[in-house]
């Protein structure tokens, strides 16, 4: 890879990515899966969740993605997760996003939190504020959409006791590429 892309590649995820994490940004993002129909049930019964209020994502040709999050457990803060993602494939363009991903029970809560974990290879089209994506695991094929901050949609079904949600907070990417989503987790 050039240097130049290279360069281009850590500006866009940065430019993304930099805005600062105050406890009021995951607050409010918590507010926004809380008030979206489909995400809003899991907080009641989900033993935990990992919420990132900016992922940002960037790519000409390879792409990189990166976010910082909080995890929670039981509704109490227990730690700090990062995610980053490299793909591969036609690409151009930059987004960010907000992510939730909710535990169904607490095996599924220590897997993701032992060390690192990591989501398969997923291929997706994003517009500016709504999305649609589909997702090729070890367990199967998923689909579905994401919409504006009121109307999060469930982009997978369970994937080891783990569904994830998005909410496109800006950006325009077109992507057909391959690439997975690695979480870094870090005790408080």
Known sequence: MSRRLASFLAFFVLAFSSSSTWADDFDATI???KKASQSGAYFGKSYGYAVFPTIGKGGA??????????????G?????????????????????????????DQRAFKEFTNGN???????????ITAGASAAATTTGSTAGASGTQHHAKNVAEPYKGMTTFTVAKGGLMYEASIGGQKFNYKKK
């Open 31 to 33: 507010a926004v899966f």
């Open 61 to 74: 040709v390879v792409g990189g993605a990166y976010g910082k999050g909080r995890v929670y457990e039981k």
């Open 76 to 104: 109490n803060y227990v730690g700090d997760i990062s995610v980053t993602q490299l793909s591969v494939g036609f690409q151009l363009g930059g987004e960010a996003y907000s992510q939730i991903i909710f535990f169904e």
């Open 117 to 127: 974990f990591e989501f398969g290879a997923q291929a997706q089209a994003v517009a």
